[in-house]
């Protein structure tokens, strides 16, 4: 089974920028879509980004649109999220997570370790 | 978006016992449900995809069921390391969405 194993996270000031990195340990990953989904103790657990196997059009939460931005490397078997404009309530634990299909819909069945990122003055 | 009402939000049980968490969803998903199982401080693990579909090493002790908006979990006989917390996941359309989980305490 792919391991994912997130990295990036951080205290971050509100306004400020953050890239999270996901690394997958097998090269099956390409083939798959992949997300972001982060987790709150509040909030519970609300995904934020996918991306397509073969896509360089990520698909968004509306939380997120037009701050966030999701891409891919198959080459190199990792999957990035470029964070910018952060706010306090942005504040999560981010999961990387692999998608049961090559196609941004399917359902997510393998998840990294998570990174935490922290937005605070 | 579809929101996902799941419950309970807690269940106390013993070892052995037979348990269901019940999810609810907004709108028909067509059975495109997860269920997921995750320890504190430990990532989600996928034990049931499709509704009812057991993935492979997971136990036979946990099933799933349902269809249109309605679906269920249930795990027979309780075992200690069970007593975790569970939640479910649809994908029919984005944004996926998830229920706000089930912690289930041993009594």
């Known amino acids: 089974e792919v391991d994912l194993v997130e990295s990036g996270g951080g205290v971050v000031l509100p306004g400020g920028s953050l890239r999270l990195s996901c690394a997958a340990s097998?090269?099956?990953?390409?083939?798959?879509?992949m997300h972001w989904v982060r987790q709150t103790p509040g909030q519970g657990l609300e995904w934020v980004a996918g991306?397509?196997?073969?896509?360089?059009?990520?698909e968004y939460a509306d939380s997120v649109k037009g701050r966030f931005t999701i891409s891919r490397d198959n080459a190199k078997h990792s999957v990035y999220l470029q964070m910018s404009s952060l706010r306090p309530e942005d504040t999560a634990i981010y999961y990387c997570?692999?998608?049961?299909?090559?196609?941004?819909?399917?359902?997510?069945?393998?998840w990294g370790q998570g990174t935490t990122v922290t937005v605070s003055s | 978006d579809i929101q996902m009402t799941q419950s309970p939000s807690s269940l106390s049980a013993s070892v052995g016992d037979r348990v269901t968490i019940t999810c609810q969803a907004s709108?028909?998903?067509?059975?495109?449900l997860n269920w997921y199982q995750q320890t504190p401080g430990r990532a989600p693990k996928l034990l049931i995809y499709?509704?009812?579909s057991l993935r492979r090493g997971v136990p036979s002790r946990f099933t799933g069921s349902g269809n249109g908006t309605d679906f269920s979990f249930t795990i027979s006989s309780l075992q200690p390391e069970d007593f975790v917390t569970y939640f479910c996941?649809?994908?029919?359309?984005?944004?996926?969405?998830f229920g706000r989980g089930t912690r289930l305490d041993m009594k």
């Open positions: 997570a692999k998608a049961m299909d090559n196609y941004v819909g399917s359902g997510v069945d393998v």
């Open positions: 097998e090269l099956n990953y390409d083939y798959f879509a």
């Open positions: 991306m397509g196997w073969n896509s360089d059009k990520g």
């Open positions: 709108r028909d998903i067509s059975g495109y």
């Open positions: 499709d509704t009812l």
């Open positions: 996941q649809q994908y029919e359309s984005l944004p996926i969405t």
